[in-house]
């Protein structure tokens, strides 16, 4: 089939199996380029979405529910907020 150094590889058989070995790594190449581009394609982003900003009376209930304020300053500054936003 071929001239020269190889014709002992195809009469011997082993030409289909370079062959077939040879199709199998392109075929490992492919596929793994391909997973490669999917993954880099899908990263999360690192930074957070950009939300709107919460209100004053959000950020109070906010700081009262993670026990920054006390039951009274939270009261006494939730009366002053709606005082203010009327």
């Keep these: 089939m071929f001239n020269g150094c190889c014709d002992w590889m195809w009469n011997w058989g082993g030409g289909w199996w370079m062959m077939i070995l040879w199709l199998l790594f392109w075929i490992a190449i492919i596929v793994l380029v391909i997973y490669l581009i999917r993954q ?47």
């Design 40 to 86: 880099l394609g899908s990263r999360p982003t690192t930074h957070a979405p950009k939300s709107a900003p919460l209100s004053p009376l959000e950020l109070l209930q906010l700081r009262y529910a993670r026990g920054e304020i006390s039951t009274e300053e939270y009261e006494e500054r939730k009366r002053v907020l709606e005082r203010d936003m009327q």
